[in-house]
Every structure is written in structure tokens, then in C-alpha cells.
């Protein structure tokens, strides 16, 4: 399960980044990848629409999220709680 | 007060993907009116528009982009990538401070609201792309045009259903006249060809079934079209310094308001627009050799335009040629009197006159010269465009040849 979140939200970044997932480290920031604001938003709206989940995230304030994106290591992390929480 | 020029031209709509396309079709009579493709069309009982058949945005956008663009601002990036091409203009440093963009539009990003209402009301789904607010923002065209052409100045979108377009040109003309702006990027766009916006027409009971013929005694109604039309507008002596390829000059503009119906069309109103703009552009009624009607097919509006021509030009109306375009490119709402003024500049340039197709039987209520069926070639030096809006507000745009 958790190789399939991981490799599934890559993808998604990847597309967003307009980048190859070979390129794409785990400790990766969201400015490392060249994603904008908008950018991020679509990501996550993509990512909510796969896995049919809600993911916390303020826009608005994304520091003040509980949701953690320092990295994209630490966004599948949070993806995968959130997978996993659905589908108990 | 500074005089203001056509440097460029650009279009996309059910006759043409580009200006010399438009006006072939328009100089052949041709008809952009058919029957559309969309989903639950088989509800409607209004199947026929003048819809862009065979537009793919991608070969003109880039896949990121295209998410941020609804159908409207895809035209409207489209024709004004074709007028700033036509002009040479490139907007940096103090000229970009000093160009803006205006646009008419009615229904904005209403492909973008149809769609997405129908995903949360009817497919039941709860969440919505996060880019819905910036596609169907009525300004979104603007905004966009602006952000990719470098456009820092003056920028807004008016909203005036039927003479949207009209209306815009004209702000975009005061502020070239004024000096407040020294080129600016305006006309209209507009794409309400889906289920919810032609439900929505249908409920007026105001159009056609079977097709557009204005001035003429068989007319039942309109048909909409789609598309946008965008010119660049430009201080006299920047583009005269610079060796532009002038098309015409706005010679005048004036705007007046019914204060009478929310629907119905009054000669009073129209007649006083009419008049206004020819004051305005200091011009006789002799000088019109060409009116761009608002004809749009209905039994009010052709009737009602028709008498206040008839007042304002007198014995002359029966020397001018009067034209309704809407009966090829079907009626844009609030991207139509960008894409009629396609026609005046043509019939001013080069003697095209544009016909009113599909005309079948003469209506003693419209004893005009509507250039029946068929183009005529006969050299004008000065144009009117009428809009006439659904709330009474009108704007007339007279041009002259230079």
C-alpha cells in the first residue's frame, strides 16, 4: 500500500513540476521542485481526487497546516496517515 | 483631445479562425450558423449557434496554461495574439505603463461554471478543481491578456450584455483620447454555447430554431454565436511616428440608457446613442455611407432600430447600407460588437461591404437597405456600429477612414 501512495503522489508532483520522476528526491522542498502556490493547490486537489480523501491544507497560511509539506518526503508521509485513516 | 487609430485586428469565431478568414467568409455570404455539439444538447430545443467547430486549444496553449483558461479567455488570447502581432507593438518600459486592456464580455467563464456546477449538483461530487474562481471570473480574459502581453496599464472588463463589446471600445477609446492610456488592447469575448447558457436563452422564448434573418419579414429570433474579436487602439501620432499600418480611426462614441424596459429595445434610446455619436465624431448624417446593424433577428430590436435610423438620417437612410453580420457569426452577446467592427473596418479599408444573409421576403417595417444575401463592393469614409443592450443601455462607435 504504501509503495503505491508513494509512488502514485510522485507522479502527481512530477506532473505538476513538469519534472521526471527520476529527478524528484524525497527531501525535496516545494521551491526545490519550481512549484508555485497555484501549483501546490492543484497538486493537492489531484492527490484528494485519487485517493478520495480531504487533505488539510490552507492555502492561506500553508505553515499554519497541520498538514506538513517541508518536503516532498514528508507530503507522502502525510498523504499516507490520511490514505490510511480512510481506509479504516 | 488626442485622435485615436486601428493598428491591429485579431479574431476567432464561427466564420473564421483569424481575420482574413472572417472577412472571406463574411465578402461570400457564408453562414457560421449549425447545428452544436454538447453535452445534453438533446434537452434543448435551441440546437442551432454559431459555434467554433474544430478548435483544439492545444495547438494554441500550452497543456499548464489551458487549466487557467476558460473557453472565453482562450478566444480572447487568441485575437489579441493576432491584432499585437498585426500592430508590431511590443509592450516594455514606459509604453507598457501606459497600454491597458478592456474587454466586454457577458457571461465570462460561464463553460467553466456550467461544467462545475454540473459535477457538484448533478454527479453529487464534492470537491471542484482549485482553479474555477480564477477561470470564470468575468475579468479572467482581461487579466490574462494583460499578464502575457505585458500590459501594465488601465484594465477592466464591462459588462453590458448585448453591448458589452461596444461599451468596452468605447471606455478604451476615452482613454487614448484622454491621454490616460496610449495604446489599448480591446473588444470582446465571449462562449455561453453550452446547456445551462442556451436553457437559459431558451427561457425568453426570444430565439430561433431555424436560423438568423434580420430585417426580414420571416425573422423568429436570434441565434447565438461565440468567439471574440480584439483590435489594438492607439494614440494618432505614437502610430503615425512609429510608420503603423493604420486601419481606420474611432471617430467618435456615445453611450445612452432606455430607462424604460428591461427587455424590450426603445427608438428613443437608440436614436439618442446614434445621434450622440455622430456629434461626437463631429460627422453629418450625410457622411454614413454604412451602418453594422444591432439587428438581431427579433421582431423588436430590427423594427426599432430600423425607425431610429430612419430618425436620425431622414431622407439619407434610404442611401445607406445597413447591415446585420449577426446573420453569419450568429450574435456573440457580449463579445458581438467586437466582431461586427471587423466588418466596418473592412467596409472603410477596402469597400466590403458585409450582406445580411439568409434574407427572404421584404418587412415594410424594415425599409432599409440591408445588402441582402450578397456583398457589395462601394467605397464608405465613415461607419457606425450599433449595440443595444437587454436593460436598455446602449453605445454606438463611429469610424472613419484616415
Known amino acids: ?88 | 483631445m488626442n485622435r485615436v487609430v486601428i493598428t491591429g485586428q485579431g479574431t476567432i469565431n464561427a466564420l473564421g479562425f483569424n481575420v482574413a478568414s472572417t472577412l472571406k467568409s463574411m465578402e461570400n455570404g457564408q453562414s457560421g450558423i449549425s447545428i452544436m455539439d454538447f453535452p445534453n444538447i438533446d434537452r434543448l430545443n435551441v440546437k442551432i449557434g454559431g459555434q467554433i467547430k474544430d478548435f483544439d486549444p492545444q495547438l494554441y496553449f500550452e497543456r499548464q496554461k489551458i487549466t487557467f483558461y476558460d473557453r472565453f479567455t482562450q478566444f480572447a488570447l487568441i485575437a489579441a495574439k493576432e491584432a499585437i502581432l498585426q500592430s508590431g507593438l511590443v509592450f516594455e518600459g514606459e509604453l507598457s505603463q501606459y497600454s491597458g486592456v478592456v474587454f466586454g464580455t457577458a457571461g465570462g467563464g460561464l463553460q467553466t461554471q456550467d461544467e462545475n456546477y454540473r459535477a457538484v449538483y448533478e454527479d453529487g461530487k464534492n470537491r471542484v478543481h482549485p482553479f474555477v474562481v480564477p477561470r470564470l471570473m468575468n475579468n479572467a480574459a482581461v487579466s490574462h491578456v494583460s499578464m502575457s502581453n505585458n500590459l501594465k496599464g488601465p484594465s477592466f472588463t464591462v459588462s453590458t450584455a448585448c453591448a458589452s463589446s461596444n461599451h468596452a471600445m468605447g471606455q478604451a477609446f476615452h482613454l487614448v483620447r484622454s491621454g490616460a492610456a496610449k495604446v489599448m488592447i480591446t473588444g470582446g469575448s465571449e462562449s455561453m454555447l453550452c446547456f445551462g447558457g442556451i436553457k437559459a436563452w431558451e427561457g425568453l422564448r426570444v430565439m430561433s430554431q431555424d436560423g438568423c434573418r434580420p430585417f426580414c419579414a420571416s425573422r423568429n429570433g436570434m441565434v447565438q454565436g461565440e468567439g471574440a474579436a480584439v483590435f489594438v487602439f492607439e494614440e494618432f501620432e505614437h502610430a503615425q511616428t512609429r510608420g503603423a499600418n493604420i486601419l481606420a480611426e474611432i471617430s467618435g462614441f456615445a453611450m445612452s440608457s432606455d430607462a424604460g424596459d428591461i427587455v424590450m429595445p426603445s427608438v428613443g434610446g437608440a436614436r439618442r446613442a446614434i445621434l450622440a455619436a455622430l456629434q461626437d465624431a463631429k460627422l453629418n448624417p450625410e457622411d454614413i455611407g454604412y451602418i453594422n446593424a444591432h439587428g438581431t433577428g427579433t421582431t423588436a430590436n430590427d423594427k426599432t432600430e430600423t425607425l431610429a435610423i430612419k430618425q436620425v438620417f431622414q431622407n439619407h437612410s434610404k442611401k445607406i447600407m445597413v447591415s446585420s453580420t449577426k446573420s453569419m457569426h450568429g450574435h456573440l452577446i457580449g463579445g458581438t460588437g467586437a466582431v461586427e467592427l471587423l466588418a466596418c473596418i473592412a467596409a472603410l479599408k477596402d469597400g466590403m461591404i458585409a450582406p445580411t444573409i439568409g434574407y427572404q421576403e421584404y418587412d415594410p417595417n424594415c425599409d432599409l437597405d440591408v445588402v441582402p444575401n450578397e456583398a457589395r463592393q462601394q467605397k464608405v469614409n465613415a461607419v457606425i456600429s450599433n449595440a443595444f443592450a437587454f436593460g436598455g443601455l446602449n453605445a454606438v462607435i463611429a469610424l472613419s477612414s484616415i
Open chain 1, 1 to 88: 500500500m504504501s509503495i503505491s501512495v508513494q509512488d502514485k503522489v510522485l507522479s502527481i508532483i512530477a506532473e505538476q513540476a513538469m519534472l521526471d520522476i527520476s529527478d524528484i528526491s524525497l527531501n525535496m522542498s516545494v521551491e526545490d521542485l519550481g512549484l508555485d502556490s497555484l501549483g501546490l493547490v492543484e497538486a493537492i486537489f489531484s492527490i484528494e481526487e485519487f485517493f478520495s480523501i480531504n487533505v488539510p491544507f490552507n492555502a492561506n497560511d500553508p505553515s499554519a497546516s497541520e498538514f506538513d509539506i517541508s518536503s516532498v518526503g514528508a507530503i507522502i508521509t502525510a498523504i499516507e496517515k490520511l490514505v490510511l485513516k480512510e481506509c479504516n
